[in-house]
């Protein structure tokens, strides 16, 4: 079996569900998607996974997740969207992702992402809204990418480290789609709307981002 596509789309009712062989699948697009009384998920080895997009999407009583690694995926588009029983995950290994976008959105107790491993040599990844209303998430680290969307990527993070707003605010310098001006004069679509980045930091940022050699 190589397609899980809808495997076990809204099944509302099931709390757990067996483990099965999933060494060869590459699509687990709506795998376990809106399964509302899910409360733990397999180890399932995926390390074939090229799509992930939607997996567990709405899933929202899952409180952890197995530490998967995801060489391969290219499309993780609302993989984990609306998972918010999650406080913390240990997914690593997504150097090939593509697509990101809204990947966590509305994973409002997540505290802790770790590093994810996307991207790298400034590659092309889309990652509008992926921290999408995260709002107890703490820390984003830097990636090395050349997002081609970066809106809404951690608007409503009100928790997010000076650090990890200046990690941010890196990865928009790196795109054509944002500069430091019309970061601070954009509308709600913003990648930091919602958070403390504001006018009255404004300075702060401009220091530390010259000191580590970028242009505002």
């Given at each position: 079996v190589t397609n899980m596509c809808n495997f076990m789309y809204s099944l509302p009712l099931i709390n757990n569900v067996p483990h099965y062989d999933t060494s060869n699948v590459k699509n687990f697009s709506n795998f376990m998607t809106s399964m509302s009384n899910l409360t733990s998920i397999p180890n399932f080895n995926v390390s074939n996974a090229t799509n992930i997009s939607q997996m567990l999407e709405g899933s929202y009583k899952l409180t952890n997740l197995?530490?998967?690694?995801?060489?391969?995926?290219t499309n993780?588009?609302?993989?984990?969207?609306?998972c918010s029983g999650l406080t913390s995950i240990n997914l690593t290994n997504f150097s090939n992702l593509n697509y990101a976008y809204w990947?966590?959105?509305g994973c409002r107790n997540l505290k802790s992402i770790g590093d994810l491993g996307i991207g790298g040599n400034g590659k092309a990844v889309n990652v509008a809204g992926m921290f999408y209303n995260?709002?107890?998430?703490?820390?984003?680290?830097y990636y090395d990418i050349k997002p081609t969307d970066m809106d809404r990527f951690a608007s409503g993070?009100?928790?997010?480290?000076?650090?990890?707003?200046?990690?941010v605010i890196k990865m928009c310098l790196n795109?054509?789609?944002y500069s430091y001006k019309n970061l601070m004069t954009s509308n709600w679509?913003?990648?930091l709307a919602g958070t403390q980045f504001s006018n009255s930091y404004y300075q702060d940022y401009v220091e530390a981002l010259t000191a580590a050699g970028w242009t505002c």
């Open positions: 197995p530490d998967w690694s995801f060489p391969n995926v993780a588009f609302q993989a984990f969207q609306d990947m966590f959105a995260c709002s107890n998430l703490t820390d984003i680290p993070c009100r928790s997010l480290t000076n650090n990890s707003v200046i990690n795109s054509t789609q679509r913003s990648p």
